[in-house]
């Protein structure tokens, strides 16, 4: 399974992004778990939002309220509309998707808010 994010990019604080990221591949499991994961520099990577296949979500504290993540499951795909950025969201986001111990992630794609 091959997870391919896109989306990222350089932003003034207050505006919004929108990060995608589809599988691809041999899936033969189910994904119930798919989600976003970041990492800034010198700290480690962090659970930004998941989304399992029935609609059940969890967002890091943080983030809540500006951003929202959202799936579509014929598509396997996921999504993360962020809005409000501050400067404190930049860092490398990764997504992740699996079921159960399974879990597989992208390679990651850049965001970066200027103050």
């Known amino acids: 399974v091959q997870l391919q994010a896109s989306g990222g990019g350089l932003v003034q604080a207050g505006g919004s992004l929108r990060l995608s990221c589809t599988a691809s591949?041999?899936?033969?499991?189910?994904?119930?778990?798919m989600g976003w994961y970041r990492q800034a520099p010198g700290k480690e990577r962090e659970l930004v939002a998941t989304?399992?296949?029935?609609?059940?979500?969890n967002y890091a504290d943080s983030v809540k309220g500006r951003l929202t993540i959202s799936r579509d499951n014929a598509k396997h795909a996921v999504y993360l509309q962020m809005n409000s950025l501050k400067p404190e969201d930049t860092a490398v986001y990764y997504c992740?998707?699996?079921?159960?111990?399974?879990?597989?992630w992208g390679k990651g794609t850049q965001v970066t808010v200027s103050s």
């Open positions: 989304a399992t296949s029935g609609g059940i979500t």
């Open positions: 591949g041999s899936i033969f499991i189910s994904l119930n778990r």
């Open positions: 992740n998707a699996g079921d159960g111990p399974i879990t597989y």
